[in-house]
């Protein structure tokens, strides 16, 4: 656990001094899709923590560091918690609500999930299913063992889990309602 945190560590520190030397990071237009080895960042079938796959939140964590593999240029990494919060200022500032209820553009009150970008008005400025369809994990910790999620659920309302709304799990719990977003920075 030690060399697990003291990379978290320093891949943390590594992404804040990209952020501020290029002005930014680039977010994944959809939640994870592929495998955990070979994930993908596209429409499609959603790779979910419960999935034989992934397993738990420590697997989609090791999917989006291998959305991009063996670049010494660019990085990718699953999306922290304060990189959420940028984007949801963000989208904010273009006009859609994020802190009070993103039920417009998002997947919220059905029976089931979508594939990620199958619905086009479930995106905000072209990134698909930030609010409601599954809960995005991220990098953000509750604890040592609970990590944050965010974006809301298909199955709750936008006005109970708006995009910006957090919750947290256990980080070894298969759940079916959490998938990943990852995130990319230069090195």
């Given at each position: ?101 993103s039920s417009s553009w998002g997947n919220y009150g059905s029976s089931s999930s979508i ?72 090195l």
């Open positions: 656990t030690k060399s697990m945190a003291d990379s978290m560590v320093a891949e943390y520190k590594a992404m804040s001094v990209s952020v501020k030397k290029y002005h930014g990071f680039w977010i994944g237009r959809y939640e994870l899709t592929g495998t955990v080895d070979t994930p993908t960042v596209k429409a499609g079938d959603v790779l979910t923590a419960s999935s034989s796959e992934a397993g738990n939140w420590y697997g989609l964590y090791k999917a989006c560091q291998n959305v991009i593999k063996n670049n010494t240029d660019v990085k990718s990494t699953m999306i922290y918690g304060c990189q959420w919060d940028e984007t949801m200022s963000w989208l904010n500032k273009c006009g859609y609500n994020t802190d009070t209820d594939n990620t970008g199958s619905v086009s008005t479930y995106k905000a400025n072209e990134i698909f299913d930030l609010a409601g369809n599954y809960y995005d994990w991220t990098q953000e910790a509750y604890s040592t063992d609970i990590r944050v999620s965010r974006g809301g659920i298909y199955s709750h309302s936008g006005s109970s889990y708006p995009a910006a709304d957090r919750n947290s799990y256990y980080a070894s719990g298969n759940y079916g309602y959490g998938s990943a977003r990852a995130t990319l920075y230069i």
